[in-house]
């Protein structure tokens, strides 16, 4: 034939190894080898896809390239059949090729008829072919690099010489089920090369049958990676279970946190097993009516999927209640989506009353368990400063017990040290839990009772104290007789300090000891001093009505440039009598009066037309602030009534700051954490008044929303007396910057101080020494001046 037929068929005879053992004229026409030359050539020379006889003859041939005479190439069918002799044992092929026209075979069918030997070298993984007795027959590429063998090594090789001697049971098995029961079968194993590297492999196989025969064709997969990763994953397990301290791992469904895991820590500190707690939301722990503050953090993180830590009190299974500190952290899937959680959970109770314990015998009377002098001072100074702020009224009581020494005489001083604990406890029964019962020395006690509605109160409280020392004390059989003497004084009629009402307290104790006993105040005037404060009382209430309330501007510098940056509201009383007078002087009488809501009304008022007012001069971005006394901003519409102002003056957020000192926010953490989100949605800032003058709670300070800290005045005069050289101020300014706050420093008077705090960083200045509070029309002179000189 000149050209190739499509239906051209020929048909020739090889032997074992595929090797031509017959030629007939139409093979030579048909592939341009002479019957002289075909004899003893390979029949794979013909095929164009360089495959391998063992895979051509495991396969049966197939629909693959050929070359033909001329140098042509072209698709034909290959048909090996295997031969056999009279004695039944094989010997040789039939070879058949058809050429079929490719236009009459499928896209499909051509796709089928792809020698496998065509294909396996594609494949991720290890392709082999083995028969009965184990020997390779066809096998890719990846199988020589794994195995680091030739191709005759591996068709010498035998198929259970690579695995190792433990898993050789267990392959042959398999393998026999492959053959007998036509089971597809994995297993793992270690493949170690003949240079001794070692592979982990995931190896499989199924029965193919082909020409009569069958064959287990399989794939092996390379499993470094997930041995890799499972080893980890088993280090990580290890580790969670070897942890001390409990570890918890919810799934997040919804608003639920369903818990996955836990440890043994988590066992032994919960006490509840693992099957009890997996599966339940964790929030199941909980201990009802304790820590509601850290839990809404708790609910809050979870709700925006961020990091939390927080300290409060779980339940154990047995209904004991321990200390937990808990630091959640959210797992992030591949799509950055929160799918899980991990919860630390510590058991700090050890720690917390260690804690307790140290700070109470710190603060506290060995014998008694009372208050000691330390921490009496600290409540006092507290109690007073409260006061001050909030127009209330604190009595001192000093308490001393009659004839104490001739009870020691008489009975022993086991006695009295009986009889001091019994006194102590009366003393606790009779006050309220806000009051503070401390001994002061011997058989001194002093009392502070804070929030004294009137002198009154406060005479009934003292008689009854009196009378709970009048019980006789029962020791070793005997009735022994106690009495007291009780001197009274009172903020802020008597003392303005603490160490000033305890002195007049014992002079008023001493007075009335030598008069027989009982109960007696310090000041013999107090109905006059009443009477005075009653008129003041009377006066007030005609006070805005009279027009006599006006308020003062002072000035707020930036310390670098010398600008002004805001404004305090300053108020000032023009008494028809007295004069102008200073807040300090009559808010006291209007708390106890009921007009500090009013005068505060008045205030914020005032306050916001004055910032409207310099807003219509074209006098933006100066704020101003404006205090406010703990009975205005705890009382119900206080930040409904500053909205309201807000909008009807026309005052952008930020344009008016509430000024609240740092001691009444921290009395109440509470109510200040409310305050402040509060005043944040209604556009008001919040500054913190006497910041570092009494106790500071820097914690609690980062959870509120708070503009600015004005240093406390002490710490700003304490420039002036040590010459330039206040830690106190250095380090308020340095703690203020941590919080990622402005610091203003006020109240200052000298050259010294601003000196000191422009070197140190403060923010602000205000104080004399810049200017005097200003009426409105004297603050729009100052700025036009400023404006005019620019």
């Known amino acids: 034939m000149s050209i190739i037929e499509p239906s051209a068929q020929v048909c020739f005879l090889t032997d074992d190894e595929g090797k031509v053992a017959t030629w007939n004229p139409a093979c030579a026409e048909l592939f341009g080898w002479t019957p002289g030359q075909a004899p003893g050539r390979a029949l794979t020379e013909l095929v164009a896809d360089n495959a391998r006889w063992p895979a051509l003859a495991a396969a049966g041939g197939g629909r693959i390239r050929m070359r033909f005479s001329g140098g042509r190439e072209g698709f034909a069918t290959l048909t090996l059949l295997r031969q056999y002799g009279a004695d039944g044992e094989p010997h040789g092929w039939s070879a058949g090729v058809v050429i079929t026209p490719s236009e009459s075979v499928s896209e499909a069918e051509r796709v089928g008829d792809t020698p496998l030997s065509a294909v396996v070298d594609l494949l991720p993984g290890t392709f082999y072919a083995l028969n009965r007795e184990g020997r390779f027959l066809l096998w890719n590429h990846n199988l020589e690099r794994l195995t680091e063998m030739t191709p005759d090594e591996l068709a010498a090789a035998q198929v259970m010489d690579m695995f190792e001697p433990r898993d050789r049971p267990l392959a042959a098995e398999n393998i026999r089920r492959v053959f007998e029961e036509g089971a597809e079968v994995s297993m793992e194993m270690n493949y170690v090369s003949r240079s001794g590297r070692e592979t982990p492999m995931l190896v499989g196989g199924a029965r193919v049958a082909c020409n009569g025969d069958q064959y287990l064709f399989g794939m092996g997969i390379d499993i470094a990676k997930r041995r890799e990763k499972e080893r980890q994953l088993l280090l990580s397990e290890r580790?969670?279970?070897?942890?001390?301290?409990?570890?918890?791992?919810?799934?997040?469904?919804?608003?639920?946190?369903?818990?996955?895991?836990?440890?043994?820590?988590?066992?032994?500190?919960a006490g509840y097993p693992a099957a009890e707690a997996i599966g339940h939301d964790a929030r199941f722990m909980q201990a009802p009516n304790f820590d509601t503050h850290e839990r809404s953090q708790v609910r809050l993180a979870l709700a925006e999927r961020r990091p939390v830590n927080v300290v409060f009190r779980n339940m154990r299974k047995n209904g004991e209640i321990f200390w937990n500190d808990l630091n959640i952290t959210p797992v992030r899937d591949e799509h950055g989506e929160v799918t899980h959680f991990i919860g630390i959970l510590q058991d700090v109770t050890a720690t917390k009353q260690r804690t307790e314990h140290l700070e109470h015998e710190i603060n506290h009377d060995p014998l008694t368990g009372l208050a000691n002098r330390t921490l009496l001072w600290d409540r006092l100074d507290h109690a007073v400063h409260l006061a001050q702020r909030h127009g209330a009224m604190v009595a001192t009581v000093l308490v001393d017990l009659d004839n104490f020494k001739t009870i020691n005489d008489t009975f022993g001083h086991e006695a009295g040290d009986v009889v001091l604990k019994v006194v102590a406890r009366r003393l606790q029964a009779a006050v309220r839990d806000s009051d503070t019962v401390a001994r002061m020395s011997g058989d001194e006690f002093v009392l502070v009772l804070v929030d004294q509605p009137s002198v009154r109160f406060t005479l009934r409280m003292a008689e009854r104290l009196r009378r709970a020392m009048t019980t006789p004390v029962a020791f070793g059989g005997n009735e022994i007789p106690v009495g007291a003497s009780l001197g009274v004084a009172l903020f802020p009629q008597d003392g303005a300090t603490p160490a000033e009402l305890v002195r007049a307290a014992d002079m008023a104790m001493y007075h009335v000891k030598g008069n027989g006993g009982g109960v007696h105040f310090y000041s013999p005037e107090m109905r006059s001093a009443s009477q005075k404060r009653a008129a003041l009382a009377d006066s007030i209430r005609s006070a805005i009505e009279h027009d006599e309330l006006f308020l003062l501007f002072q000035p707020r510098m930036d310390a670098r440039s010398g600008k002004v940056r805001g404004f305090e509201a300053l108020l000032r009383w023009r008494h028809p009598k007295?004069?102008?007078?200073?807040?300090?002087?009559?808010?006291?009488?209007?708390?106890?009066?009921?007009?500090?809501?009013?005068?505060?009304?008045?205030?914020?008022?005032?306050a916001c037309a004055f910032l409207q007012e310099l807003r219509q001069l074209g006098y933006t971005g100066l704020p101003v602030s404006v205090n406010v006394s703990h009975r205005e901003y705890s009382q119900h519409g206080f930040i409904p009534g500053i909205a309201e102002r807000m909008q009807r003056y026309g005052l952008p957020p930020g344009s008016l700051e509430i000024e609240i000192p740092e001691a009444d926010l921290i009395r109440?953490?509470?109510?200040?954490?409310?305050?402040?989100?509060?005043?944040?949605?209604?556009?008001?800032?919040?500054?913190?008044?006497?910041?570092?003058?009494?106790?500071?709670?820097?914690?609690?300070?980062?959870?509120?929303?708070?503009?600015?800290?004005?240093?406390?005045?002490?710490?700003?005069?304490?420039?002036?007396?040590?010459?330039?050289?206040?830690?106190?101020?250095?380090?308020?300014?340095?703690i203020g910057h941590n919080l990622d706050l402005a610091v203003v420093g006020e109240a200052v008077e000298t050259e010294a101080q601003v000196e000191f705090l422009r070197s140190h960083g403060c923010d602000q200045l205000q104080g004399q020494w810049f200017s005097e509070p200003l009426a409105p029309e004297a603050v729009r002179r100052m700025l036009d001046q400023r404006n005019h000189a620019r």
């Open 239 to 269: 580790a969670l279970h070897a942890a001390s301290n409990g570890i918890v791992i919810t799934r997040c469904v919804g608003s639920d946190n369903i818990i996955e895991y836990v440890n043994p820590a988590f066992e032994r500190i």
């Open 668 to 734: 109440n953490p509470g109510l200040g954490r409310d305050l402040s989100a509060q005043l944040r949605e209604a556009g008001v800032a919040l500054s913190l008044d006497e910041f570092g003058k009494g106790i500071s709670d820097l914690s609690f300070l980062r959870q509120l929303s708070v503009r600015q800290v004005k240093l406390s005045k002490a710490a700003v005069h304490e420039i002036a007396r040590e010459g330039g050289r206040s830690c106190l101020a250095k380090t308020l300014i340095d």
């Open 578 to 606: 007295q004069g102008v007078m200073l807040p300090a002087a009559f808010l006291a009488e209007a708390e106890e009066s009921g007009k500090m809501i009013e005068i505060g009304n008045w205030v914020l008022d005032q």
